[in-house]
């Protein structure tokens, strides 16, 4: 008996020693492959990228996975306990693995075999965090063992407040959220730190599986696991009983935040944004690098570009007529979830879709577009109004030619049409609404730092994506004559040089080329000054050809209208092609003094660690940071910026284009409380009608036309269309501030100067004005004009009013008289 059970016991040994080994072997092969828990100490995990508006307000995000990391002590306790409540309640004193929970585990899944039910899983944060981090997601046994490893080796090196950040910040939420502050935002809109009991709970609850607690496809279900969760966290004492059941009986709640753009009327601004970023850092870096951007956008400012150049697109839209419904849907039955089916412009919030339900000679029953969600879906309700006739009657002209003009309604559309309308202050009272067909783009930048505070790409982000202020390349027209005259100031001509305003032909390679003054005629010899007022295209091509197209181009291209552009005459009307920020940039630069400017659309951009990797303001400050005031003199900012236009031209330039405002092309157009300089542009066959204008510490410019390029209409001009978009923006822009001035530069001197002839005038002379020269210039003593003058003869008020051009032409001077 002895002798067999020696023999057993040393069968026994001999197999558990084998066994031992063989687990020592397994082990062994096992953790020779385990991933290194170190790289958890560099966890960067994607982040959401951020852009905020230049006060500071949350302007728009991107990420792939839609994540802001928290430090733990940013996490609020009640957050923590809900999560520990609903995924491991022992969190903070087991070693990794919760062995009492394990054996719960097992003797229910003993239970439920063979019952076809999934079993139940005894994870803990910490093997959570092992398995999301560092394996696969594989129902193996070698990944449960390797998880186990690793959850004792985590815990051995890192504190349970590092696991449970690591946990809390990489978890996935459903709705493509990761981490609790994520999720926070896209399902609550909220910070971690405002969350209630209840939102806290549901959040908590997710992390089993978003897709089976979805808050609007399983609502029951989420409402019952968000329960449970409460419940746990009322048994573990985090949550009085009074405040779970209260808890408790609150809805879901969710609110999802959308994408992309966040602040009204920023839609075009931030897309300009993200493509900048993509371009200069990468995809990756906008979508998981956690950049912080600030923008130069002025939300006051964007909201007032949009509106005004959207009530300038509507108003010419309409005085063309009416296009036609977007869409005609049966309404015999219910016609709301139809119409709710139809999509409509997301960023124009003041319009809705409407149905029409009868219609007669007074006006039009309508039904409105549903805009109520519950539980996420549109629930269709038959809101109803009405459009009276004196609201629509613009809709009587048929836009294109399609029919003859209305009378009533009745003529322009019928039931079941769906139209846009708008609400009007009277209940129940809508007005007609079309998205315009013609389209434009505005940029408003400060002239002294190149920040662009708005940015309008056209009528409507939701209707088109295009940004006409970037993107669109269009013929600036005689807006680009400033620069022309400019390059003229600086090379030796005065405001009140003269040059022959005549009919001329230039013969090029064969071809003729006969340019005309918008709406013809001509005015024989006139000012600098005053060819610039009436954008005289005859002035222009004749003083360009006398400075030379060489240094018109040279010019163009130092003020980065153009890349490079051809030294054809053509080119000094503005026939090459550009952007509206391109143009409006040039024009900063003439209104800052003459300094070279970067256009820029971001202000700062931070890493995810809060480091400056960019900042557009680059004048140094020296002593800026002294550590204390002992009467030194103020720090000054340097500015070591380019100086590509002579701050003396700039001046005059910009008092010429005052005399746009005042007496010429866009005279009675704009009405400021203070000094403004711009100008007009209208290209052939109308169409592209643009204006350009700033006052001392505002530049705005704008451009209307269609997409397809073709004529706006006999009349729309820079002067009449443009230019009241430009004084409707800026009189909102101006508002609260304090007016400024032109500031004339130290050595210029002002002498009056007849306005005709450009000569000096003397005491008592009728239409006279005072114009600015620099050192060593000043009127002219004789009437000197540029131009062929053979065949030119002088008008009557000329000679009567200029003795000297009278002694001039009896003597029979050539050019000169």
Known sequence: MIRLIGYFFGIGAFLLLGTAAAVAIYLGAITKDLPDYEVLANYAPPVTTRFHAGNGALMAEYARERRLYLPIQAIPDRVKAAFISAEDKNFYQHPGIDVTGLARAIAVNLQNFGSGRRPVGASTITQQVAKNFLLSSDQTLDRKIKEAILSFRIEQAYSKDRILELYLNEIFFGLNSYGIAGAALTYFDKSVTELTIAETAYLAALPKGPANYHPFRKVEAAIERRNWVIDR??????????????????????????????LFASDFFAEE?????????????LYEGGLSVRTSLDPRLQIAARKALQDGLLSYDERRGFHGPVKTIEIGGDWGEPLSKIPMLSDVPEWKLAVVLSVDSEGAEIGIQPDKEVSGKIVPERVTGRIAAKNMQWAYRSAGGKRKSAKSPEEVFGPGDVVYVEPLEEPGEYRLRQPPKVQGGLVAMDPHTGRVLAMVGGFSYGQSEFNRATQAMRQPGSAFKPFVYAAALDNGYTPASVILDAPIEIVAGGQVWRPENYGGGSAGPSTLRLGIEKSRNLMTVRLANDLGMNIVAEYAERFGIYDKMAPLLAMSLGSGETTVLRLVSAYAVIANGGKQIKPSLIDRIQDRYGKTIFRHEDRACENCNADDWDAQEEPVLIDNREQVLDPMTSYQITSMM??????????GKIKLDRPVAGKTGTTNDEKDAWFVGYTPDLVAGLYLGFDDPAPLGRGATGGGLSAPIFNAFMQKAVEGTRPGKFVVPEGMSLIPVNRKTGMAAVEGERDTIIEAFKPGTGPADTFSVIGDLDEYAPPEEILRTSPQANQAVTSGSNGLF
């Open 273 to 285: 944004v993200r493509r900048q970023i993509i371009q200069k850092y990468g995809d990756k870096a």
């Open 233 to 262: 966290m009322v048994e573990n004492g985090y949550v009085t009983k009074a405040d779970g059941e209260e808890a408790k009986q609150q809805p879901l709640g969710v609110k999802p935040r959308r994408g992309g753009a966040h």
């Open 658 to 667: 005052e005399g746009v405002v005042a007496r010429g092309t866009a005279a």
